[in-house]
RNA sequence: GUCCCCAUCGUCUAGCCUGGUUCAGGACAUCGCCCUUUCACGGCGACGGCGCCAGUUCAAAUCUGGCUGGGGACGCCA
């Protein structure tokens, strides 16, 4: 390329499945490099394998890409370009470089010293090529993957070409493709791979591996993209949290290490409870919204001023937002269970001391934390307990649940009705299931 | 099997290019303490690493070679 031209990238995925973790972090890196650069980021749909690709996951790449805050220059179809692979294939029969058989065209090439030289790592040099022919064009007309992938990126004018590690065996076949017809080899850069957590390839078998689901499961598009900035690349300073357009402004395409990293499911995690505690209140709110219609979660009636109330309860104790419907669900249905790690508690019967409880909170006037927390304290002094002995029961007869919000919180949210059935709730369960002490 | 890539705490990484400032810094996880109404949050602290062997050098995590280990590619899939 001249120095003058500007620097032209692409991500070029199949869809013949959702957008993965890999995948991704693929796109992100062209992103980050071509907005960097003030660059041209190119969407390429590698569509050739007719059979397999599908509508649905088109649909779904574009949205995933989208959805992580990135966009694209150009887009293009490789099946709407067919025409173009099958006149550089009579280009390379014409110059005796390759030949039909079998309705197939074979490029064939002689053995020659390959080298890349990759930004990321150094120089590649390949001394021998486990063949010495190579379909460009199937039987069935379509062009194979190493050619039409030679062909666009040549006419796409690719300055650099960022792609998986995995492509490192693919390069010496297309830098030999490329010298055939006389055509600008790139550069190129082999980013890593993203091992499972175990170390072994990332699969399905794996736990989630298509961003759409790591989506449903709650997790924030930037949270997402943080994390799988940070495998294989640092901002340095030793920062961890940096959003995509912070990156942007720093991001080098020869900083990303050369070794594959392993995604660790605890370190995302973590990093999205750290989006969605800075995540402003509203915003918060309305995510949480978004998501549980989107789960059908919420009960008919529920209003909205109630939502927030319980969404704001729960803000800084979720990782991602699947969380809330586990946690939360006490403060929208009613048939809720006690837990299997509440049975400790349980066992204890304190009907005589939650009766109280519930008698003097049916007298209180103001059902606010600060009320409920003074008198709660006031019971429990008179029965001589500390406070911790009356709120770890309370805590399982209003939730079900060992460990949740602020406890006088939830109850001025649950409001004063609530409270007492659900207290009365636990009373009859130790009445029905132990004996008084 | 052949070809290729890689190698700092369990994991992600900073440092390595330009050898001394590093008895290697940060983050996640784990453990402990503090705070406290449980969990969480927050604060503090602990644990834990330059794969091995040679070489170069006054000096090596940093340079070189070998070994070992891990990964990838060998489809008319992409």
Redesign the pocket.
């Known amino acids: 390329m001249k120095s003058s031209d500007k620097p032209i990238v692409r991500f070029?995925?199949?869809p013949?499945g959702y957008l993965h973790i890999g995948g991704a972090r693929t796109c992100l890196f062209n992103w980050l490099y071509a907005r960097h650069t003030q660059g041209k980021f190119i969407l390429r749909i590698?569509?050739?394998?007719?059979a397999?690709?599908k509508q649905e996951y088109l649909d779904e790449i574009i949205e995933s890409i989208k959805w992580l805050g990135m966009d694209f220059d150009e887009i293009y179809y490789?099946s709407k370009r067919f025409d173009l692979y099958h006149d550089y294939a009579q280009k390379l029969i014409d110059s005796g470089k390759a030949y039909k058989?079998?309705?197939?065209i074979?490029f064939k090439y002689d053995f020659a010293n390959v080298e890349i030289d990759?930004l990321?790592?150094?120089?590649?040099?390949?001394?021998?090529?486990?063949?010495d022919e190579?379909?460009i064009?199937?039987?069935?007309g379509?062009?194979?993957?190493?050619f039409?992938?030679v062909i666009d990126d040549a006419l796409m004018k690719m300055s650099l070409v960022i792609r998986?590690?995995?492509?490192?065996?693919?390069t010496?076949k297309q830098i030999l493709m490329y010298k055939a017809l006389g055509l600008n080899v790139p550069q190129y850069a082999?980013v890593?791979?993203i091992?499972s957590?175990e170390?072994?390839?990332m699969s399905k078998r794996y736990g989630a591996t298509s961003i759409r689901e790591y989506k449903q499961e709650g997790y924030l598009a930037q949270a997402i993209a943080n994390?799988l900035l940070?495998?294989?690349?640092?901002p340095?300073?030793?920062?961890?949290i940096i959003t995509l357009s912070e990156a942007k402004d720093i991001f080098e395409i020869?900083?990303?290490?050369?070794?594959?990293?392993?995604?660790?499911m605890?370190?995302?995690?973590?990093?999205n409870?750290?989006y969605i505690?800075k995540t402003g209140a509203q915003e918060y709110v309305a995510l949480i919204e978004d998501y549980l219609k989107g789960k059908n979660f919420l009960p008919e009636n529920t209003g909205a001023e109630y939502l927030k109330k319980v969404a704001l309860l729960f803000k800084?104790?979720?990782?991602k937002l699947s969380d809330f419907i586990i946690r939360a669900r006490f403060c929208f249905y009613d048939d809720y269970t006690y837990d299997d790690d509440t049975k400790e508690i349980l066992e204890r019967n304190m009907s005589k001391e939650v009766n109280i409880l519930m008698d003097k909170f049916s007298k209180l006037a103001n059902f606010n934390?600060e009320e409920t927390?003074k008198e709660?304290?006031q019971v429990a002094a008179d029965l001589g307990l500390?406070?911790?002995d009356l709120?770890?029961p309370v805590?399982v007869a209003l939730s079900g649940?060992?460990?949740?919000?602020?406890?006088?919180?939830?109850m001025e949210v649950l409001g004063k009705d609530k409270v007492i059935a659900r207290l009365k709730r636990l009373v009859d369960y130790w009445n029905a299931n132990t004996s008084k002490q």
């Open positions: 070029a995925p199949s013949t590698e569509d050739t394998d007719l397999r690709s490789q058989k079998d309705d197939a074979f990759d990321i790592r150094g120089k590649i040099v390949f001394n021998e090529l486990p063949k190579e379909v064009i199937k039987k069935d379509t062009p194979t993957y190493n039409s992938c998986g590690e995995d492509h490192i065996s693919n010496p082999h890593p791979l091992m957590e170390g072994g390839r994390y940070l495998l294989s690349w640092s340095g300073g030793n920062r961890e020869k900083k990303v290490n050369k070794t594959a990293a392993a995604f660790s605890d370190k995302l995690n973590w990093m409870g750290e505690k800084e104790r979720l990782s934390k927390e709660f304290r500390k406070a911790r709120v770890h805590r649940k060992k460990v949740g919000p602020g406890l006088f919180e939830a």
